[in-house]
Protein backbone atom coordinates (compact mmCIF):
# COMPACT_ATOMS: atom_id res chain seq x y z
CA UNK A 1 0.00 0.00 0.00
CA UNK A 2 2.59 2.41 0.96
CA UNK A 3 4.89 1.52 -2.16
CA UNK A 4 1.46 2.14 -4.44
CA UNK A 5 1.57 5.39 -2.86
CA UNK A 6 4.90 6.42 -3.15
CA UNK A 7 4.89 5.16 -6.67
CA UNK A 8 1.88 6.63 -8.03
CA UNK A 9 1.63 9.95 -6.55
CA UNK A 10 3.58 11.63 -8.64
CA UNK A 11 1.67 9.75 -12.06
CA UNK A 12 -2.11 11.08 -10.12
CA UNK A 13 -0.51 14.60 -10.00
CA UNK A 14 0.44 15.18 -13.67
CA UNK A 15 -2.57 13.04 -14.93
CA UNK A 16 -5.10 15.20 -12.82
CA UNK A 17 -3.28 18.37 -13.20
CA UNK A 18 -3.06 17.98 -17.05
CA UNK A 19 -6.61 16.85 -17.02
CA UNK A 20 -7.30 20.16 -15.43
CA UNK A 21 -5.44 22.07 -17.69
CA UNK A 22 -7.23 20.89 -20.34
CA UNK A 23 -10.62 21.14 -19.16
CA UNK A 24 -8.85 25.43 -18.62
CA UNK A 25 -7.96 24.92 -22.50
CA UNK A 26 -11.11 23.64 -23.67
CA UNK A 27 -13.08 26.19 -21.03
CA UNK A 28 -11.21 29.19 -22.68
CA UNK A 29 -9.97 30.08 -19.28
CA UNK A 30 -6.46 28.91 -19.56
CA UNK A 31 -5.50 32.92 -20.62
CA UNK A 32 -6.06 33.55 -16.94
CA UNK A 33 -2.62 31.43 -16.44
CA UNK A 34 -0.74 31.76 -19.55
CA UNK A 35 0.02 33.91 -22.64
CA UNK A 36 -2.38 32.55 -25.26
CA UNK A 37 1.06 31.72 -27.72
CA UNK A 38 1.63 28.82 -25.00
CA UNK A 39 -2.35 27.56 -25.56
CA UNK A 40 -1.68 24.93 -28.08
CA UNK A 41 1.55 23.29 -26.53
CA UNK A 42 0.49 23.58 -23.01
CA UNK A 43 -2.57 21.44 -24.16
CA UNK A 44 -1.01 19.00 -26.43
CA UNK A 45 1.56 18.50 -23.45
CA UNK A 46 -0.84 17.93 -21.00
CA UNK A 47 -3.32 15.04 -23.09
CA UNK A 48 0.34 13.06 -23.87
CA UNK A 49 0.65 13.10 -20.05
CA UNK A 50 -2.85 11.87 -19.06
CA UNK A 51 -2.24 9.71 -21.91
CA UNK A 52 0.85 7.99 -20.70
CA UNK A 53 -0.22 7.75 -17.37
CA UNK A 54 -3.47 6.10 -18.27
CA UNK A 55 -0.96 3.88 -20.58
CA UNK A 56 0.96 2.63 -17.78
CA UNK A 57 -2.05 2.01 -15.46
CA UNK A 58 -3.67 -0.44 -18.13
CA UNK A 59 0.02 -2.45 -17.73
CA UNK A 60 0.09 -2.03 -14.16
CA UNK A 61 -3.28 -3.72 -14.01
CA UNK A 62 -2.08 -6.95 -16.06
CA UNK A 63 -1.71 -10.07 -13.45
CA UNK A 64 2.04 -10.72 -14.93
CA UNK A 65 2.81 -7.06 -14.11
CA UNK A 66 4.23 -8.35 -10.73
CA UNK A 67 5.81 -10.94 -12.39
CA UNK A 68 7.72 -8.71 -15.03
CA UNK A 69 9.12 -6.57 -11.86
CA UNK A 70 10.73 -9.36 -10.52
CA UNK A 71 13.03 -9.45 -13.21
CA UNK A 72 14.82 -6.99 -15.57
CA UNK A 73 13.37 -3.54 -15.76
CA UNK A 74 11.21 -4.91 -12.54
CA UNK A 75 13.86 -5.39 -10.61
CA UNK A 76 15.22 -1.94 -10.85
CA UNK A 77 12.14 -0.70 -10.36
CA UNK A 78 11.39 -2.11 -6.89
CA UNK A 79 14.71 -1.37 -5.98
CA UNK A 80 13.63 2.24 -6.31
CA UNK A 81 10.56 1.92 -4.59
CA UNK A 82 12.84 0.37 -1.41
CA UNK A 83 14.67 3.59 -1.45
CA UNK A 84 11.64 5.14 -1.95
CA UNK A 85 10.14 4.78 1.63
CA UNK A 86 10.96 7.25 4.11
CA UNK A 87 14.42 6.24 5.80
CA UNK A 88 14.45 9.18 8.56
CA UNK A 89 12.58 11.68 10.45
CA UNK A 90 13.10 14.35 7.52
CA UNK A 91 12.15 12.09 4.73
CA UNK A 92 8.97 11.23 6.28
CA UNK A 93 8.31 14.62 6.84
CA UNK A 94 9.19 15.56 3.33
CA UNK A 95 7.08 12.84 2.36
CA UNK A 96 4.02 13.44 3.70
CA UNK A 97 4.77 17.71 3.13
CA UNK A 98 5.18 17.38 -0.42
CA UNK A 99 2.00 14.82 -0.66
CA UNK A 100 -0.36 17.29 1.43
CA UNK A 101 0.76 20.25 -0.82
CA UNK A 102 -0.11 18.09 -3.85
CA UNK A 103 -3.39 17.57 -3.13
CA UNK A 104 -3.98 21.06 -1.89
CA UNK A 105 -2.96 22.21 -5.34
CA UNK A 106 -5.64 19.72 -7.01
CA UNK A 107 -7.91 20.80 -4.60
CA UNK A 108 -7.63 23.98 -5.69
CA UNK A 109 -7.45 23.45 -9.32
CA UNK A 110 -10.52 20.79 -8.84
CA UNK A 111 -12.91 23.18 -6.07
CA UNK A 112 -11.79 26.82 -6.84
CA UNK A 113 -12.94 28.88 -9.80
CA UNK A 114 -10.04 29.89 -11.92
CA UNK A 115 -9.46 33.69 -10.79
CA UNK A 116 -7.74 36.81 -12.26
CA UNK A 117 -5.54 38.53 -9.72
CA UNK A 118 -6.50 41.39 -7.68
CA UNK A 119 -5.91 44.10 -5.86
CA UNK A 120 -3.24 42.70 -3.28
CA UNK A 121 -0.95 41.92 -7.35
CA UNK A 122 -1.86 45.94 -7.58
CA UNK A 123 -0.24 47.18 -4.52
CA UNK A 124 2.79 44.89 -4.91
CA UNK A 125 3.75 45.99 -8.17
CA UNK A 126 3.69 49.92 -8.96
CA UNK A 127 1.08 50.81 -11.55
CA UNK A 128 2.72 51.96 -14.77
CA UNK A 129 6.14 51.10 -13.93
CA UNK A 130 6.76 48.70 -17.42
CA UNK A 131 4.38 46.92 -19.63
CA UNK A 132 2.72 49.95 -21.49
CA UNK A 133 4.18 48.98 -24.99
CA UNK A 134 4.95 51.20 -27.43
CA UNK A 135 4.39 55.19 -25.54
CA UNK A 136 5.80 57.00 -28.82
CA UNK A 137 3.26 55.01 -30.84
CA UNK A 138 0.13 54.86 -29.03
CA UNK A 139 0.90 59.07 -28.71
CA UNK A 140 1.08 58.67 -32.89
CA UNK A 141 -2.26 57.01 -33.00
CA UNK A 142 -3.79 59.54 -30.52
CA UNK A 143 -2.73 62.35 -32.96
CA UNK A 144 -4.12 61.70 -36.03
CA UNK A 145 -7.05 59.33 -34.48
CA UNK A 146 -10.59 59.39 -34.92
CA UNK A 147 -12.95 58.61 -32.80
CA UNK A 148 -13.04 54.73 -33.58
CA UNK A 149 -9.44 54.39 -32.91
CA UNK A 150 -10.08 55.76 -29.62
CA UNK A 151 -12.89 53.82 -29.09
CA UNK A 152 -10.38 50.88 -29.33
CA UNK A 153 -7.74 52.30 -26.90
CA UNK A 154 -7.54 50.16 -23.52
CA UNK A 155 -5.72 51.74 -20.52
CA UNK A 156 -3.04 50.67 -21.62
CA UNK A 157 -2.85 53.10 -24.46
CA UNK A 158 -3.99 55.97 -22.35
CA UNK A 159 -1.52 55.26 -19.96
CA UNK A 160 1.12 55.22 -22.82
CA UNK A 161 0.19 58.62 -24.13
CA UNK A 162 -0.17 60.13 -20.34
CA UNK A 163 3.50 59.32 -20.12
CA UNK A 164 4.35 60.87 -23.22
CA UNK A 165 2.67 64.46 -22.22
CA UNK A 166 0.69 65.67 -20.11
CA UNK A 167 -0.49 68.80 -21.79
CA UNK A 168 -4.27 69.39 -21.46
CA UNK A 169 -4.74 70.53 -25.08
CA UNK A 170 -3.88 67.08 -26.69
CA UNK A 171 -6.21 65.43 -24.95
CA UNK A 172 -9.15 68.12 -25.53
CA UNK A 173 -11.93 66.56 -27.92
CA UNK A 174 -10.42 62.92 -27.21
CA UNK A 175 -13.14 60.85 -25.61
CA UNK A 176 -12.23 58.23 -23.11
CA UNK A 177 -14.05 54.72 -22.99
CA UNK A 178 -12.27 52.35 -21.72
CA UNK A 179 -13.17 49.18 -19.06
CA UNK A 180 -10.98 47.78 -16.09
CA UNK A 181 -11.16 47.24 -12.65
CA UNK A 182 -11.37 49.46 -10.08
CA UNK A 183 -7.79 49.92 -7.64
CA UNK A 184 -6.85 51.83 -4.91
CA UNK A 185 -4.05 54.74 -5.96
CA UNK A 186 -2.23 54.88 -2.37
CA UNK A 187 -0.75 58.36 -2.91
CA UNK A 188 -3.69 60.55 -4.25
CA UNK A 189 -6.95 60.02 -2.43
CA UNK A 190 -9.44 62.15 -4.93
CA UNK A 191 -8.46 59.96 -7.72
CA UNK A 192 -8.47 55.73 -8.21
CA UNK A 193 -6.69 53.62 -10.89
CA UNK A 194 -8.84 52.39 -13.86
CA UNK A 195 -6.88 49.37 -13.84
CA UNK A 196 -5.79 46.06 -16.63
CA UNK A 197 -2.96 43.86 -15.90
CA UNK A 198 -0.74 43.15 -18.35
CA UNK A 199 0.61 39.76 -19.15
CA UNK A 200 3.78 38.92 -21.57
CA UNK A 201 4.37 35.49 -20.43
CA UNK A 202 2.16 34.14 -17.82
CA UNK A 203 -0.22 35.80 -14.79
CA UNK A 204 3.30 35.46 -12.86
CA UNK A 205 4.74 38.69 -15.18
CA UNK A 206 1.20 40.53 -14.78
CA UNK A 207 1.64 44.19 -14.30
CA UNK A 208 -1.05 46.82 -13.80
CA UNK A 209 -1.31 49.45 -15.80
CA UNK A 210 -4.13 52.49 -15.31
CA UNK A 211 -5.31 55.96 -15.68
CA UNK A 212 -6.24 58.03 -13.07
CA UNK A 213 -10.28 58.79 -12.76
CA UNK A 214 -10.98 61.80 -10.81
CA UNK A 215 -14.03 61.04 -8.29
CA UNK A 216 -13.88 62.27 -4.95
CA UNK A 217 -14.77 59.39 -2.03
CA UNK A 218 -14.64 57.01 -4.74
CA UNK A 219 -14.69 54.64 -1.88
CA UNK A 220 -17.90 55.05 -0.76
CA UNK A 221 -19.57 54.06 -4.67
CA UNK A 222 -17.49 51.53 -5.45
CA UNK A 223 -15.45 48.63 -3.53
CA UNK A 224 -11.63 47.80 -5.18
CA UNK A 225 -11.42 45.46 -7.41
CA UNK A 226 -15.35 46.17 -9.08
CA UNK A 227 -15.07 46.18 -13.02
CA UNK A 228 -16.14 48.89 -14.77
CA UNK A 229 -16.66 51.19 -17.50
CA UNK A 230 -15.56 54.83 -17.87
CA UNK A 231 -16.03 57.67 -20.37
CA UNK A 232 -15.05 60.51 -19.83
CA UNK A 233 -12.26 63.22 -21.06
CA UNK A 234 -8.74 64.17 -19.34
CA UNK A 235 -8.32 67.04 -18.00
CA UNK A 236 -6.17 69.07 -15.53
CA UNK A 237 -6.63 67.67 -11.86
CA UNK A 238 -8.72 69.91 -10.11
CA UNK A 239 -6.99 68.77 -6.84
CA UNK A 240 -3.57 70.55 -7.57
CA UNK A 241 -2.05 68.69 -4.57
CA UNK A 242 -1.98 65.51 -6.24
CA UNK A 243 0.76 64.54 -8.34
CA UNK A 244 -1.43 63.37 -11.38
CA UNK A 245 -1.39 66.75 -13.59
CA UNK A 246 -3.93 64.95 -15.44
CA UNK A 247 -7.32 62.88 -14.58
CA UNK A 248 -10.51 61.18 -16.67
CA UNK A 249 -13.52 63.51 -15.71
CA UNK A 250 -15.83 60.51 -15.62
CA UNK A 251 -19.27 61.51 -16.74
CA UNK A 252 -20.31 57.85 -16.64
CA UNK A 253 -18.71 54.94 -14.61
CA UNK A 254 -20.88 52.13 -14.75
CA UNK A 255 -20.75 48.27 -13.42
CA UNK A 256 -19.76 46.03 -16.19
CA UNK A 257 -18.93 42.73 -16.23
CA UNK A 258 -15.09 40.97 -15.84
CA UNK A 259 -14.17 40.40 -19.40
CA UNK A 260 -13.61 36.87 -21.26
CA UNK A 261 -10.10 37.73 -21.08
CA UNK A 262 -9.60 40.09 -18.27
CA UNK A 263 -5.93 40.32 -18.75
CA UNK A 264 -3.98 42.26 -21.91
CA UNK A 265 -1.78 40.72 -23.90
CA UNK B 1 -7.15 -17.25 -23.01
CA UNK B 2 -4.28 -15.66 -20.63
CA UNK B 3 -3.65 -13.24 -22.94
CA UNK B 4 -7.33 -11.95 -23.01
CA UNK B 5 -7.98 -11.72 -19.38
CA UNK B 6 -4.73 -10.00 -18.73
CA UNK B 7 -6.24 -7.38 -21.26
CA UNK B 8 -9.43 -6.97 -20.53
CA UNK B 9 -7.51 -6.23 -16.77
CA UNK B 10 -5.79 -3.51 -18.28
CA UNK B 11 -8.44 -2.34 -20.25
CA UNK B 12 -10.24 -2.31 -16.76
CA UNK B 13 -7.48 -0.48 -14.87
CA UNK B 14 -7.36 2.65 -18.16
CA UNK B 15 -11.50 2.37 -17.48
CA UNK B 16 -10.91 2.73 -13.39
CA UNK B 17 -8.17 5.93 -13.89
CA UNK B 18 -10.72 7.16 -16.59
CA UNK B 19 -13.80 7.23 -14.29
CA UNK B 20 -11.20 9.02 -11.48
CA UNK B 21 -10.66 11.83 -13.71
CA UNK B 22 -14.29 12.18 -15.42
CA UNK B 23 -15.77 12.49 -11.56
CA UNK B 24 -12.73 15.11 -10.78
CA UNK B 25 -14.01 16.85 -14.13
CA UNK B 26 -17.51 16.84 -13.14
CA UNK B 27 -16.71 18.34 -9.52
CA UNK B 28 -14.63 20.77 -11.33
CA UNK B 29 -17.46 21.37 -13.82
CA UNK B 30 -20.10 21.70 -10.21
CA UNK B 31 -17.89 24.42 -8.78
CA UNK B 32 -16.88 26.36 -12.04
CA UNK B 33 -18.98 29.37 -11.04
CA UNK B 34 -19.08 29.44 -7.43
CA UNK B 35 -18.48 32.46 -5.77
CA UNK B 36 -15.04 32.29 -3.62
CA UNK B 37 -15.56 35.02 -1.04
CA UNK B 38 -14.44 32.92 1.76
CA UNK B 39 -10.26 32.44 0.47
CA UNK B 40 -8.76 35.70 1.88
CA UNK B 41 -7.56 37.78 -1.42
CA UNK B 42 -3.63 37.52 -0.35
CA UNK B 43 -4.24 33.69 -0.64
CA UNK B 44 -6.07 33.75 -3.53
CA UNK B 45 -3.56 35.94 -5.32
CA UNK B 46 -0.72 33.48 -4.19
CA UNK B 47 -2.55 30.65 -5.58
CA UNK B 48 -3.32 32.25 -8.53
CA UNK B 49 0.84 32.86 -9.01
CA UNK B 50 1.55 29.74 -7.83
CA UNK B 51 -1.18 27.85 -10.33
CA UNK B 52 0.45 30.12 -13.15
CA UNK B 53 4.42 28.66 -12.73
CA UNK B 54 3.05 25.54 -12.42
CA UNK B 55 0.58 25.93 -15.36
CA UNK B 56 3.81 27.27 -17.34
CA UNK B 57 6.59 24.80 -16.37
CA UNK B 58 4.37 21.71 -17.25
CA UNK B 59 4.25 21.01 -20.80
CA UNK B 60 8.06 21.64 -20.41
CA UNK B 61 8.17 19.40 -17.94
CA UNK B 62 6.47 16.53 -20.15
CA UNK B 63 8.17 17.03 -23.25
CA UNK B 64 11.71 16.96 -21.31
CA UNK B 65 10.49 13.26 -19.89
CA UNK B 66 9.44 12.40 -23.13
CA UNK B 67 12.69 13.14 -24.21
CA UNK B 68 14.17 11.69 -21.48
CA UNK B 69 12.41 8.32 -22.05
CA UNK B 70 13.51 8.81 -26.02
CA UNK B 71 17.33 9.33 -25.08
CA UNK B 72 17.42 6.59 -22.91
CA UNK B 73 15.44 3.55 -24.76
CA UNK B 74 14.97 4.73 -28.15
CA UNK B 75 18.43 6.24 -29.34
CA UNK B 76 21.58 3.83 -29.57
CA UNK B 77 24.01 4.15 -26.70
CA UNK B 78 26.73 4.65 -29.48
CA UNK B 79 24.63 8.00 -31.19
CA UNK B 80 25.39 9.65 -27.44
CA UNK B 81 28.95 9.39 -27.90
CA UNK B 82 30.20 9.20 -30.96
CA UNK B 83 29.96 12.90 -31.87
CA UNK B 84 32.32 13.88 -28.33
CA UNK B 85 35.31 14.79 -28.65
CA UNK B 86 38.23 12.45 -26.89
CA UNK B 87 40.05 15.66 -25.43
CA UNK B 88 37.67 16.89 -22.14
CA UNK B 89 37.46 20.24 -22.56
CA UNK B 90 36.07 20.00 -26.12
CA UNK B 91 33.73 17.55 -25.20
CA UNK B 92 32.37 19.46 -22.37
CA UNK B 93 32.20 22.79 -25.32
CA UNK B 94 30.00 19.82 -27.25
CA UNK B 95 27.72 18.93 -25.05
CA UNK B 96 27.14 22.68 -24.07
CA UNK B 97 25.64 22.67 -27.44
CA UNK B 98 23.10 19.80 -27.67
CA UNK B 99 20.64 21.24 -26.33
CA UNK B 100 20.41 23.00 -30.00
CA UNK B 101 18.99 19.70 -30.86
CA UNK B 102 16.57 19.29 -27.94
CA UNK B 103 14.29 22.47 -27.20
CA UNK B 104 13.89 22.02 -23.75
CA UNK B 105 14.13 24.51 -20.95
CA UNK B 106 15.37 24.06 -17.74
CA UNK B 107 12.77 21.85 -16.07
CA UNK B 108 12.76 19.65 -19.57
CA UNK B 109 16.58 19.55 -18.93
CA UNK B 110 16.26 17.69 -15.11
CA UNK B 111 15.00 14.75 -16.12
CA UNK B 112 16.82 14.58 -19.79
CA UNK B 113 20.17 15.21 -17.40
CA UNK B 114 19.02 12.44 -15.17
CA UNK B 115 18.64 10.32 -18.64
CA UNK B 116 21.89 11.04 -19.54
CA UNK B 117 23.67 9.98 -16.43
CA UNK B 118 21.80 6.88 -16.90
CA UNK B 119 22.79 6.54 -19.86
CA UNK B 120 26.53 6.64 -19.02
CA UNK B 121 27.45 10.47 -19.21
CA UNK B 122 29.95 11.34 -16.13
CA UNK B 123 27.87 13.93 -13.29
CA UNK B 124 30.27 17.15 -14.71
CA UNK B 125 29.59 16.40 -18.09
CA UNK B 126 25.38 15.87 -17.69
CA UNK B 127 25.87 19.21 -15.70
CA UNK B 128 27.06 21.03 -18.48
CA UNK B 129 24.46 19.72 -20.31
CA UNK B 130 22.03 21.07 -18.06
CA UNK B 131 23.32 23.92 -17.36
CA UNK B 132 23.57 25.17 -21.06
CA UNK B 133 21.06 23.56 -22.34
CA UNK B 134 18.19 25.54 -21.60
CA UNK B 135 20.10 28.57 -22.74
CA UNK B 136 21.86 26.77 -26.15
CA UNK B 137 18.71 26.06 -27.62
CA UNK B 138 16.49 26.82 -30.44
CA UNK B 139 13.05 28.03 -28.75
CA UNK B 140 15.48 30.21 -26.02
CA UNK B 141 17.25 31.63 -28.97
CA UNK B 142 14.35 32.53 -30.91
CA UNK B 143 12.47 33.86 -28.43
CA UNK B 144 15.27 35.79 -26.75
CA UNK B 145 15.43 37.08 -30.48
CA UNK B 146 11.64 38.23 -30.66
CA UNK B 147 12.41 39.98 -28.12
CA UNK B 148 15.69 42.06 -28.02
CA UNK B 149 16.73 41.50 -31.54
CA UNK B 150 20.69 42.21 -31.37
CA UNK B 151 19.87 45.26 -29.41
CA UNK B 152 22.58 46.00 -26.74
CA UNK B 153 24.43 42.63 -28.07
CA UNK B 154 22.34 41.15 -25.47
CA UNK B 155 21.19 38.11 -27.44
CA UNK B 156 25.09 37.20 -27.90
CA UNK B 157 26.27 37.74 -24.61
CA UNK B 158 23.08 35.05 -23.37
CA UNK B 159 24.43 32.96 -25.35
CA UNK B 160 28.49 33.31 -24.74
CA UNK B 161 27.40 33.77 -20.86
CA UNK B 162 25.56 30.22 -21.00
CA UNK B 163 28.40 28.42 -22.41
CA UNK B 164 30.98 29.82 -20.16
CA UNK B 165 28.76 29.20 -17.27
CA UNK B 166 28.21 25.79 -17.85
CA UNK B 167 31.75 24.89 -19.06
CA UNK B 168 33.48 26.59 -15.82
CA UNK B 169 30.94 24.50 -13.32
CA UNK B 170 31.21 21.57 -15.85
CA UNK B 171 35.49 21.61 -15.29
CA UNK B 172 35.38 22.74 -11.55
CA UNK B 173 32.73 19.56 -10.97
CA UNK B 174 34.86 17.59 -13.06
CA UNK B 175 37.51 17.90 -10.38
CA UNK B 176 35.74 16.27 -7.68
CA UNK B 177 37.51 12.72 -6.55
CA UNK B 178 34.42 10.93 -6.25
CA UNK B 179 32.01 12.55 -8.47
CA UNK B 180 28.91 10.43 -7.66
CA UNK B 181 28.82 11.51 -4.46
CA UNK B 182 27.40 14.77 -5.98
CA UNK B 183 24.62 12.81 -6.71
CA UNK B 184 21.99 12.15 -4.36
CA UNK B 185 22.37 8.18 -2.93
CA UNK B 186 18.75 7.54 -4.64
CA UNK B 187 19.55 8.45 -8.12
CA UNK B 188 22.67 6.82 -7.77
CA UNK B 189 21.56 3.85 -7.00
CA UNK B 190 19.57 4.20 -9.84
CA UNK B 191 22.03 4.83 -12.21
CA UNK B 192 24.21 2.26 -10.79
CA UNK B 193 21.53 -0.17 -11.94
CA UNK B 194 21.95 0.67 -15.15
CA UNK B 195 19.83 0.46 -18.66
CA UNK B 196 17.26 -2.35 -18.55
CA UNK B 197 17.27 -5.64 -20.05
CA UNK B 198 13.64 -6.60 -19.17
CA UNK B 199 11.64 -9.33 -20.77
CA UNK B 200 8.88 -6.42 -21.30
CA UNK B 201 8.19 -4.66 -24.47
CA UNK B 202 10.37 -1.10 -25.08
CA UNK B 203 6.66 0.79 -24.96
CA UNK B 204 6.16 -0.87 -21.35
CA UNK B 205 9.51 0.55 -20.40
CA UNK B 206 8.85 3.54 -21.49
CA UNK B 207 5.26 4.08 -20.24
CA UNK B 208 7.37 2.95 -16.38
CA UNK B 209 10.35 5.61 -17.22
CA UNK B 210 7.31 8.41 -17.79
CA UNK B 211 5.93 7.04 -14.39
CA UNK B 212 8.59 6.59 -12.84
CA UNK B 213 9.90 10.65 -13.43
CA UNK B 214 6.70 11.99 -12.76
CA UNK B 215 7.00 10.59 -9.57
CA UNK B 216 10.32 12.14 -8.50
CA UNK B 217 9.81 15.44 -10.46
CA UNK B 218 6.02 15.85 -9.74
CA UNK B 219 6.35 17.07 -6.02
CA UNK B 220 9.05 19.06 -6.56
CA UNK B 221 7.55 21.12 -9.27
CA UNK B 222 4.73 21.52 -7.15
CA UNK B 223 6.21 22.71 -4.45
CA UNK B 224 8.52 24.34 -5.91
CA UNK B 225 5.25 26.43 -7.93
CA UNK B 226 4.02 26.99 -4.04
CA UNK B 227 6.99 28.66 -2.81
CA UNK B 228 7.29 30.48 -5.62
CA UNK B 229 3.81 31.63 -5.87
CA UNK B 230 3.72 32.78 -1.68
CA UNK B 231 7.44 34.61 -2.18
CA UNK B 232 6.09 36.88 -4.92
CA UNK B 233 2.63 38.25 -2.66
CA UNK B 234 5.13 38.56 0.26
CA UNK B 235 8.25 40.39 -1.62
CA UNK B 236 7.41 43.80 -2.89
CA UNK B 237 7.79 43.62 -6.78
CA UNK B 238 8.38 47.43 -6.72
CA UNK B 239 10.93 47.90 -4.10
CA UNK B 240 13.40 45.50 -6.36
CA UNK B 241 13.02 47.36 -9.68
CA UNK B 242 13.48 50.47 -7.56
CA UNK B 243 17.23 49.28 -7.62
CA UNK B 244 17.39 49.84 -11.14
CA UNK B 245 19.86 51.90 -12.06
CA UNK B 246 22.92 51.19 -9.71
CA UNK B 247 25.41 48.62 -11.75
CA UNK B 248 25.88 46.51 -9.18
CA UNK B 249 22.94 46.83 -7.29
CA UNK B 250 20.70 46.24 -10.29
CA UNK B 251 22.26 43.13 -11.02
CA UNK B 252 21.52 41.58 -7.47
CA UNK B 253 17.99 42.93 -7.82
CA UNK B 254 17.36 41.47 -10.84
CA UNK B 255 19.05 37.93 -9.99
CA UNK B 256 17.26 38.16 -7.19
CA UNK B 257 13.93 38.67 -9.47
CA UNK B 258 15.00 35.70 -11.22
CA UNK B 259 15.34 33.38 -8.27
CA UNK B 260 12.03 34.40 -7.07
CA UNK B 261 9.67 34.32 -10.17
CA UNK B 262 11.11 31.08 -11.51
CA UNK B 263 10.03 31.00 -14.90
CA UNK B 264 11.12 28.88 -17.56
CA UNK B 265 13.91 30.16 -20.15
CA UNK B 266 12.05 29.96 -23.15
CA UNK B 267 9.74 32.66 -22.34
CA UNK B 268 12.04 35.00 -19.76
CA UNK B 269 12.42 37.25 -22.70
CA UNK B 270 9.20 38.27 -23.14
CA UNK B 271 9.15 38.78 -19.05
CA UNK B 272 11.65 40.91 -18.42
CA UNK B 273 11.14 42.76 -22.22
CA UNK B 274 9.14 45.42 -20.66
CA UNK B 275 12.04 46.19 -17.41
CA UNK B 276 14.60 46.99 -20.32
CA UNK B 277 13.27 50.39 -20.32
CA UNK B 278 14.21 51.11 -16.88
CA UNK B 279 17.28 48.27 -15.81
CA UNK B 280 20.79 48.74 -17.69
CA UNK B 281 21.79 45.90 -20.34
CA UNK B 282 23.87 43.92 -17.59
CA UNK B 283 21.11 43.55 -14.74
CA UNK B 284 19.05 42.19 -17.80
CA UNK B 285 21.63 40.05 -19.01
CA UNK B 286 21.94 38.73 -15.29
CA UNK B 287 18.21 37.91 -15.03
CA UNK B 288 18.68 35.84 -18.21
CA UNK B 289 21.79 33.84 -17.46
CA UNK B 290 21.06 33.23 -13.49
CA UNK B 291 17.28 32.19 -14.29
CA UNK B 292 17.53 29.12 -16.27
CA UNK B 293 19.97 27.72 -13.81
CA UNK B 294 19.56 28.81 -9.94
CA UNK B 295 15.77 29.38 -9.06
CA UNK B 296 13.21 28.62 -6.59
CA UNK B 297 11.61 25.80 -8.50
CA UNK B 298 14.63 24.64 -10.20
CA UNK B 299 16.62 23.85 -6.70
CA UNK B 300 13.00 22.07 -5.86
CA UNK B 301 13.95 19.99 -9.06
CA UNK B 302 17.48 19.62 -9.07
CA UNK B 303 16.91 18.56 -5.14
CA UNK B 304 15.69 14.98 -6.37
CA UNK B 305 18.87 14.45 -8.60
CA UNK B 306 21.65 16.16 -6.42
CA UNK B 307 22.81 16.29 -2.95
CA UNK B 308 22.24 19.84 -0.73
CA UNK B 309 26.19 20.49 -0.64
CA UNK B 310 26.58 19.92 -4.70
CA UNK B 311 23.33 22.71 -5.08
CA UNK B 312 24.70 25.52 -2.94
CA UNK B 313 28.28 25.32 -4.62
CA UNK B 314 26.29 25.20 -7.94
CA UNK B 315 24.41 28.19 -6.78
CA UNK B 316 27.47 30.08 -5.27
CA UNK B 317 29.89 29.46 -8.74
CA UNK B 318 26.83 30.54 -10.98
CA UNK B 319 25.56 33.47 -8.85
CA UNK B 320 29.22 35.09 -8.77
CA UNK B 321 30.21 34.41 -12.44
CA UNK B 322 26.64 35.69 -13.04
CA UNK B 323 27.21 38.90 -11.06
CA UNK B 324 30.55 39.61 -12.23
CA UNK B 325 29.70 39.31 -16.07
CA UNK B 326 26.48 41.73 -15.75
CA UNK B 327 28.12 44.12 -13.98
CA UNK B 328 31.32 44.21 -15.85
CA UNK B 329 28.68 44.62 -18.73
CA UNK B 330 27.01 47.62 -16.89
CA UNK B 331 30.51 49.29 -16.53
CA UNK B 332 31.24 49.17 -20.11
CA UNK B 333 27.72 49.78 -21.58
Known sequence: MWRKFTTWRGPIFIAVISAMVLWLYFSGQLSLYIHPRYHLFTAVMSMIAVIAVLWGVGYASQPNAAKASASGDGAEHDHDHEDELPAGRWSMAALVGSSVLGVATIAALVLLPPATLGSVTVENRAINQSGLGDTAASLEAARQGDDASFAAFTVREWAGILRQTSDPAFFRGKPVEVIGFVAEDPENGDVFYLTRFVVSCCSVDAQPVGIPISLPDWESEWAAETWVRVTGEFVVNPNLEENHPLVVRPQSIEPTEQPREPYLF | ?333
Open chain 2, 1 to 333: MVVTASRLRAVGGVGLGLAGLAVLLLLRLATADQPVESVPAPVMDGLTLALSVLIESLPFIVLGITLSVIVQLWIPQKWLFRILPANRFGRRFVISLLGMFLPVCECGNVPLARGLVARGYSVSDSMTFLLAAPIINPVTIITTHQAFGFDDGILVARILGAIVIANVLGWVFALHPNPETLLTTRFAAQCAVGPSVASSSRMQRSTDMFLREATVLMPALIVGSLVAGAIQVIVQRDTLVALGQDPLLSVLAMMLLAFVISICANVDSFFILPFADTFLPGSILAFLLLGPIVDIKMLALLKTTYRNSTLVRLTLLTVLITAAVGTAVNLVA
